[in-house]
């Protein structure tokens, strides 16, 4: 219910704010748009048409030990009634949103020290993150600056987005007003490959806060008059000589936007509109600099965009000029009327700047006549500047630190080259298809690259209160165990197996570092991981993780064969899946239908694989990423879960400040439970594996962005067809007419089971693998003609080591269907012999929750589980 709600908040509040474009028609609804006053008890309505929530209203976000707020009647010198009113928090406080869907995203903090009987805000200091990215560290609001709006723009990547505040010792950490809203993705592009002047690629991997958005020659724009909500502020103030400079504008009904790709969402027409100028362009051979200066922080890098637009030629070909960033060049003789070939089209050009270039805390910005020019009018604008600083090496836009308390290693590091010139585009220039494109794709690159969070840690055993006691006892056991780690690999054995790390034997790319193809001497193929060594993750950690993936085995869970940490590499090597993950079978890749028969079985082995981790040897693991992504196929199309591992149960006293209770997970995937209360539990997994059983039935991504609204959640969208009945009618074509119509009926029943709101109305793994056991049955029932019906107590044959599980399936109360299997032909080994006794939980031994009929079912095929 209070899921529903939220997403009914989300529905209301993006509708309520599109910003609409009168000069163009270019228009941006942001798919998430969160907007908070802070400790007002009334909504608030801004004159740009923007709703604010109250506090009541956007209860359901916040998470906090405290129920402070302050507000006063009025105030002077704010810009708006948001500064009125404030929450406090005297401890760690949460503020935590549901994204729909991945890409670049608003954050903007509204600070004001609202006076107060109890608390001086002037004097308080604290920090505010992420999960992933240090926005303020021990900020404080000082007297002289009154109020103050930070904005940041982040990638998100994680289907939660928390913004978290901590007040330092012996102080509170306050917020105004929160707006957490969708920028469109052609914002800020990774695309470094389009002009080449020299490139950097990998902008859309790092974080930004809005240090200076600045509309040359013309007035403040605010939210109201941008397309995007943006601020845009006077560059008056940062002219230095001012009196070289003049402003020059005309009327934004003339600035022509090119047809495809700069669009007002880069800028509005009114930025574009007006320009600084030379001041004395008359003069016959006026020779000088227009300049403009900047504070910057010379620890960071930055994103430097500027703005130009021809507004002041009387015909083309008229107006060539220098730009320089901190006196070098950056673009020499610039031609407005080559790139754009009209006067008053928009064009806005990328600097990165290394942290190490800027000369100490300024950044100089100047325009000024191409020397050696002789023909055309001597003169040189600039319209707009933007100079976003970028998040270093350990995530953080403030403070050396980042959210898990790492320490940034670029901060001093120098070794300055010239400006790297970062390309960009313009309305009539190519790529920007490409860029449209890219952002149809972005969802399927996004889902292979989120593997970030997977990698040696991809899954939380036992959070929760049930799960930690049993993993408690269980990590104590393993590390006093003597078993094995797996085979120990030499480097050279492992580069040698992998053409040295060949670029070309990459199968797949995650945050931790690469996956590769690799060739053992012995023929086998293996999936090499090589962690990135500079990663956090200390070589403790990975030690531990060897010593418990080792242990884990089980016909589907991908097995660790062995791993290698010599000159600090930290690799592991799994057994390689020659069919790739199940995704690719299901949609995107044009391989071969699955049939049905197929697809229960991958369902069936992912369900044994996950029922293994939940309850088996090494039990009260959590996956914490189950998705089609995570589920691989070998050569028999025998399913593996991939991407498990464990978790630090014990964190220690820095994550605990911070945030140790980061929720991860894939969108579109992610427990709604889970979300809300952060409270980790096996049913989380069981929701996951409920989107993907739908996703195996419709042959659908689990989001996609590209469809109407309704339909771009597909476990919404599936739930709702099922509500009416007619899931039928989403279902994979391909499987239309083929699929037994009881078959599908049970699989999904399970499926709309697992996705219950709350994780006690979930069934167990081993409920939703006996629902998939019978779906299986009737599918080959049907396909065969013939079903046999027979009294359960006959065939009931507990195998052994059932006997410690629920029999709950033999009871006669719960009439129940039983199927007589096989033991799964595990590898064997001495050390897991007793990993195979408790992973041979054939259905006979889950016992069943569902109402079926009271007939017990034998298979055709004796060897049910054996496959
Ligand atoms: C702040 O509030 C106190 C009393 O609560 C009052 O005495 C003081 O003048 C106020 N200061 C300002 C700047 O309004
Ligand atoms: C950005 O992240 C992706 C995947 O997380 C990675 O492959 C790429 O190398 C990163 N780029 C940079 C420049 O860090
Ligand atoms: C966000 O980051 C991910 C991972 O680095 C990347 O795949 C994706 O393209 C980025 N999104 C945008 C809009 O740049
Ligand atoms: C904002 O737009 C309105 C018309 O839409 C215009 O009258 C007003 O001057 C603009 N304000 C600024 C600061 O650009
Ligand atoms: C403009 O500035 C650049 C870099 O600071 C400098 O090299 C150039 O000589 C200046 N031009 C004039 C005309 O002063
Ligand atoms: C900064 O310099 C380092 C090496 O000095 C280089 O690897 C990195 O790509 C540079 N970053 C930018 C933004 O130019």
Same mark, same amino acid.
């Given at each position: 219910?209070?899921?529903?709600?939220?997403?009914?908040?989300?529905?209301?509040?993006?509708?309520?704010?599109?910003?609409?474009?009168?000069?163009?028609?270019?228009?941006?609804?942001?798919?998430?748009?969160?907007?908070?006053?802070?400790?007002?008890?009334?909504?608030?309505?801004?004159?740009?048409?923007?709703?604010?929530?109250?506090?009541?209203?956007?209860?359901?976000?916040?998470?906090?030990?405290?129920?402070?707020?302050?507000?006063?009647?009025?105030?002077?010198?704010?810009?708006?009634?948001?500064?009125?009113?404030?929450?406090?928090?005297?401890?760690?406080?949460?503020?935590?949103?549901?994204?729909?869907?991945?890409?670049?995203?608003?954050?903007?903090?509204?600070?004001?020290?609202?006076?107060? *009987?109890?608390?001086?805000?002037?004097?308080?200091?604290?920090?505010?993150?992420?999960?992933?990215?240090?926005?303020?560290?021990?900020?404080?609001?000082?007297?002289?600056?009154?109020?103050?709006?930070?904005?940041?723009?982040?990638?998100?990547?994680?289907?939660?987005?928390?913004?978290?505040?901590?007040?330092?010792?012996?102080?509170?950490?306050?917020?105004?007003?929160?707006?957490?809203?969708?920028?469109?993705?052609?914002?800020?592009?990774?695309?470094?490959?389009?002009?080449?002047?020299?490139?950097?690629?990998?902008?859309?991997?790092?974080?930004?806060?809005?240090?200076?958005?600045?509309?040359?020659?013309?007035?403040?724009?605010?939210?109201?008059?941008?397309?995007?909500?943006?601020?845009?502020?006077?560059?008056?103030?940062?002219?230095?000589?001012?009196?070289?400079?003049?402003?020059?504008?005309?009327?934004?009904? =003339?600035?022509?936007?090119?047809?495809?790709?700069?669009?007002?969402?880069?800028?509005?027409?009114?930025?574009?509109?007006?320009?600084?100028?030379?001041?004395?362009?008359?003069?016959?051979?006026?020779?000088?600099?227009?300049?403009?200066?900047?504070? =910057?922080?010379?620890?960071?890098?930055?994103?430097?965009?500027?703005?130009? $637009?021809?507004?002041?030629?009387?015909?083309?070909?008229?107006?060539?000029?220098?730009?320089?960033?901190?006196?070098?060049?950056?673009?020499?003789?610039?031609?407005?009327?080559?790139?754009?070939?009209?006067?008053?089209?928009?064009?806005?050009?990328?600097?990165?700047?290394?942290?190490?270039?800027?000369?100490?805390?300024?950044?100089?910005?100047?325009?000024? #006549?191409?020397?050696?020019?002789? *023909?055309?009018?001597?003169?040189?604008? @600039?319209?707009?500047?933007?100079?976003?600083?970028?998040?270093?090496?350990?995530?953080?836009?403030?403070?050396?630190?980042?959210?898990?308390?790492?320490?940034?290693?670029?901060?001093?590091?120098?070794?300055?080259?010239?400006?790297?010139?970062?390309?960009?585009?313009?309305?009539?220039?190519?790529?920007?298809?490409?860029?449209?494109?890219?952002?149809?794709?972005?969802?399927?690159?996004?889902?292979?690259?989120?593997?970030?969070?997977?990698? @040696?840690?991809?899954?939380?055993?036992?959070?929760?209160?049930?799960?930690?006691?049993?993993?408690?006892?269980?990590?104590?056991?393993?590390?006093?165990?003597?078993?094995?780690?797996?085979?120990?690999?030499?480097?050279?054995?492992?580069?040698?197996?992998?053409?040295?790390?060949?670029?070309?034997?990459?199968?797949?790319?995650?945050?931790?570092?690469?996956?590769?193809?690799?060739?053992?001497?012995?023929?086998?193929?293996?999936?090499?991981?090589?962690?990135?060594?500079?990663?956090?993750?200390?070589?403790?950690?990975?030690?531990?993780?060897?010593?418990?993936?080792?242990?884990?085995?089980?016909?589907?869970?991908?097995?660790?064969?062995?791993?290698?940490?010599?000159?600090?590499?930290?690799?592991?090597?799994?057994?390689?899946?020659?069919?790739?993950?199940?995704?690719?079978?299901?949609?995107?890749?044009?391989?071969?239908?699955?049939?049905?028969?197929?697809?229960?079985?991958?369902?069936?082995?992912?369900?044994?694989?996950?029922?293994?981790?939940?309850?088996?040897?090494?039990?009260?693991?959590?996956?914490?990423?189950?998705?089609?992504?995570?589920?691989?196929?070998?050569?028999?199309?025998?399913?593996?879960?991939?991407?498990?591992?464990?978790?630090?149960?014990?964190?220690?006293?820095?994550?605990?400040?911070?945030?140790?209770?980061?929720?991860?997970?894939?969108?579109?995937?992610?427990?709604?439970?889970?979300?809300?209360?952060?409270? @980790?539990?096996?049913?989380?997994?069981?929701?996951?594996?409920?989107?993907?059983?739908?996703?195996?039935? $419709?042959?659908?991504?689990?989001?996609?962005?590209?469809?109407?609204?309704?339909?771009?959640?597909?476990?919404?969208?599936?739930?709702?067809?099922?509500?009416?009945?007619?899931?039928?009618?989403? =279902?994979?074509?391909?499987?239309?007419?083929?699929?037994?119509?009881?078959?599908?009926?049970?699989?999904?029943?399970?499926?709309?089971? $697992?996705?219950?709101?709350?994780?006690?109305?979930?069934?167990?793994?081993?409920?939703?693998?006996?629902?998939?056991?019978?779906?299986?049955?009737?599918?080959?029932?049907?396909?065969?003609?013939?079903?046999?019906?027979?009294?359960?107590?006959?065939?009931?044959?507990?195998?052994?080591?059932?006997?410690?599980?629920?029999?709950?399936?033999?009871?006669?109360?719960?009439?129940?269907?039983?199927?007589?299997?096989?033991?799964?032909?595990?590898?064997?080994? #001495?050390?897991?012999?007793?990993?195979?006794?408790?992973?041979?939980?054939?259905?006979?031994?889950?016992?069943?929750?569902?109402?079926?009929?009271?007939?017990?079912?034998?298979?055709?095929?004796?060897?049910?589980?054996?496959?």
């Amino acid at each position: 219910m209070e899921f529903l709600l939220l997403l009914f908040f989300i529905f209301i509040s993006s509708i309520t704010t599109t910003f609409f474009v009168s000069s163009a028609p270019v228009q941006f609804t942001p798919p998430d748009n969160y907007l908070i006053d802070c400790g007002s008890s009334t909504t608030t309505t801004l004159p740009d048409g923007r709703v604010f929530l109250s506090d009541q209203r956007s209860a359901s976000y916040l998470s906090s030990k405290d129920d402070i707020q302050v507000s006063v009647i009025s105030v002077d010198g704010v810009p708006s009634s948001l500064y009125f009113t404030a929450r406090i928090f005297v401890q760690k406080a949460t503020y935590a949103f549901r994204m729909s869907r991945p890409g670049w995203t608003w954050i903007r903090l509204h600070f004001f020290p609202v006076n107060n *009987t109890e608390f001086n805000l002037r004097n308080s200091a604290f920090s505010v993150s992420t999960d992933d990215v240090v926005l303020l560290h021990s900020f404080s609001v000082n007297d002289d600056t009154g109020w103050v709006m930070k904005e940041y723009l982040l990638n998100v990547t994680t289907e939660r987005l928390s913004i978290n505040f901590l007040p330092m010792k012996n102080s509170v950490a306050f917020i105004n007003a929160i707006e957490v809203v969708s920028a469109p993705d052609i914002l800020i592009s990774d695309v470094g490959s389009i002009l080449p002047a020299g490139e950097f690629s990998g902008l859309s991997n790092k974080s930004y806060q809005t240090l200076y958005r600045l509309n040359m020659g013309g007035p403040i724009i605010t939210p109201q008059n941008d397309t995007l909500g943006r601020t845009w502020d006077s560059d008056q103030k940062y002219l230095n000589p001012k009196d070289l400079a003049k402003s020059v504008s005309v009327s934004p009904s =003339i600035i022509n936007y090119p047809a495809e790709g700069l669009s007002p969402l880069i800028a509005p027409n009114w930025v574009y509109a007006s320009a600084v100028e030379m001041a004395d362009s008359s003069v016959s051979k006026p020779n000088f600099n227009v300049t403009w200066k900047l504070d =910057i922080d010379p620890a960071y890098g930055y994103l430097i965009r500027m703005h130009f $637009c021809d507004i002041v030629s009387k015909s083309l070909n008229d107006l060539y000029f220098n730009v320089y960033l901190n006196e070098k060049a950056a673009i020499s003789g610039l031609d407005l009327s080559a790139i754009t070939s009209n006067l008053a089209v928009p064009y806005y050009r990328d600097f990165v700047f290394n942290a190490s270039m800027l000369s100490p805390e300024t950044l100089i910005v100047q325009i000024g #006549p191409l020397n050696d020019h002789n *023909t055309g009018t001597v003169n040189a604008i @600039l319209n707009g500047l933007e100079v976003l600083k970028m998040s270093n090496s350990v995530g953080s836009l403030d403070g050396e630190f980042g959210v898990d308390g790492t320490k940034a290693d670029d901060a001093s590091s120098k070794g300055a080259v010239a400006a790297v010139g970062f390309a960009m585009m313009f309305g009539a220039f190519v790529g920007l298809g490409a860029m449209v494109i890219k952002w149809y794709k972005r969802p399927q690159d996004w889902e292979k690259k989120n593997s970030f969070s997977s990698w @040696l840690l991809p899954l939380h055993a036992g959070q929760s209160t049930i799960m930690g006691s049993k993993l408690g006892s269980h990590r104590s056991n393993f590390n006093s165990s003597t078993l094995g780690l797996g085979r120990y690999f030499s480097l050279s054995e492992l580069q040698e197996a992998t053409g040295n790390f060949d670029q070309n034997a990459v199968i797949g790319v995650g945050g931790f570092g690469n996956v590769y193809l690799g060739n053992l001497d012995d023929g086998t193929k293996v999936a090499v991981k090589r962690g990135n060594p500079q990663s956090e993750q200390g070589i403790n950690e990975f030690q531990t993780e060897i010593q418990i993936l080792s242990k884990l085995r089980h016909r589907h869970l991908v097995s660790l064969i062995g791993y290698c940490e010599e000159n600090s590499e930290m690799i592991l090597v799994y057994e390689y899946m020659s069919n790739g993950p199940l995704r690719d079978h299901l949609y995107g890749k044009n391989l071969p239908p699955l049939s049905w028969k197929q697809r229960l079985e991958i369902c069936i082995g992912a369900a044994r694989g996950l029922h293994y981790l939940h309850t088996g040897a090494a039990q009260g693991i959590i996956h914490r990423d189950v998705k089609t992504t995570n589920i691989l196929l070998d050569d028999n199309f025998i399913a593996k879960m991939a991407d498990f591992g464990l978790s630090k149960n014990a964190p220690n006293a820095m994550e605990q400040n911070h945030v140790s209770t980061a929720v991860k997970g894939s969108f579109g995937y992610l427990d709604p439970e889970y979300f809300r209360r952060q409270q @980790l539990t096996d049913k989380s997994d069981v929701y996951s594996f409920g989107v993907v059983l739908l996703e195996v039935l $419709c042959a659908r991504p689990a989001i996609d962005p590209a469809l109407p609204r309704d339909q771009v959640n597909l476990a919404e969208w599936g739930l709702q067809w099922k509500r009416k009945g007619l899931l039928d009618k989403i =279902i994979d074509p391909s499987l239309v007419g083929v699929i037994n119509p009881e078959s599908m009926k049970k699989f999904s029943e399970a499926a709309e089971k $697992c996705l219950a709101d709350h994780g006690v109305d979930r069934p167990t793994m081993g409920d939703v693998l006996w629902n998939l056991e019978y779906a299986l049955q009737l599918q080959e029932a049907s396909s065969q003609g013939k079903m046999m019906m027979m009294e359960e107590e006959n065939n009931y044959k507990p195998s052994t080591g059932a006997a410690a599980m629920p029999v709950a399936a033999a009871t006669s109360s719960l009439p129940a269907v039983v199927v007589v299997s096989q033991q799964p032909d595990l590898p064997s080994s #001495p050390d897991n012999r007793s990993l195979l006794e408790s992973n041979s939980n054939s259905p006979a031994h889950v016992h069943a929750i569902d109402d079926h009929p009271g007939t017990a079912l034998i298979p055709q095929t004796p060897g049910i589980n054996g496959r």
